[in-house]
């Protein structure tokens, strides 16, 4: 464990549903394959998911030109409809924990915090942080070069969310 500190990547959105339906959507598989992908074209598969404090699942996302990406999750709270707190990876299929190839030392523990607060009956704001957890020096290096970044990869993904629940 070291003491270098990161501001986290702060991602925040208001959908227009229930809190708790905006919470099951990150936590139930039935919702996840539906919109856990970047863009329009992108299929999303949950191969196992035990969405659950100490739990994990596994997930292939398939890019429209066929490629795929494997992400293993490890959950360390879901506190319903509150908070979900995650530690995503890059795999195989297998669930193996695999780097990162086209960012050199990228952070090996990618910490993600998701707060739900109800604004009103169907409005919900989500405030999303997401930063390395005990990186060395490098990996602050590596995630800070793409901190610009950060709100086309995962506010593309709540742009997805936005697009599914509006269609609920």
């Given at each position: 464990?070291?003491?270098?500190?990161?501001?986290?990547?702060?991602?925040?959105?208001?959908?227009?549903?229930?809190?708790?339906?905006?919470?099951?959507?990150?936590?139930?598989?039935?919702?996840?394959?539906?919109?856990?992908?970047?863009?329009?074209?992108?299929?999303?598969?949950?191969?196992?998911?035990?969405?659950?404090?100490?739990?994990?699942?596994?997930?292939?996302?398939?890019?429209?030109?066929?490629?795929?990406?494997?992400?293993?999750?490890?959950?360390?709270?879901?506190?319903?409809?509150?908070?979900?707190?995650?530690?995503?990876?890059?795999?195989?299929?297998?669930?193996?924990?695999?780097?990162?190839?086209?960012i050199p030392d990228w952070p090996?523990?990618?910490?993600?915090?998701?707060?739900?607060?109800?604004?009103?009956?169907?409005?919900?704001?989500?405030?999303?942080?997401?930063?390395?957890?005990?990186?060395?020096?490098?990996?602050?290096?590596?995630?800070?070069?793409?901190?610009?970044?950060?709100?086309?990869?995962?506010?593309?993904?709540?742009?997805?969310?936005?697009?599914?629940?509006?269609?609920?």
């Open positions: 464990m070291n003491n270098l500190k990161v501001q986290p990547s702060e991602i925040i959105r208001e959908f227009k549903a229930p809190r708790q339906l905006v919470f099951d959507a990150w936590t139930q598989v039935e919702h996840l394959n539906n919109w856990m992908f970047p863009m329009q074209g992108c299929s999303c598969e949950f191969v196992s998911a035990d969405i659950t404090d100490g739990g994990s699942s596994l997930h292939r996302v398939t890019m429209p030109n066929g490629h795929e990406m494997w992400l293993f999750t490890r959950y360390e709270e879901v506190k319903s409809p509150q908070k979900l707190v995650f530690l995503q990876y890059f795999s195989n299929q297998n669930g193996d924990i695999v780097p990162m190839t086209h090996k523990d990618m910490l993600a915090t998701l707060l739900f607060e109800e604004i009103s009956e169907n409005n919900t704001r989500l405030t999303f942080l997401w930063e390395p957890r005990d990186p060395t020096s490098q990996e602050v290096e590596a995630f800070e070069s793409t901190r610009a970044d950060h709100e086309s990869g995962w506010g593309a993904g709540m742009e997805q969310l936005r697009i599914y629940l509006s269609a609920l």
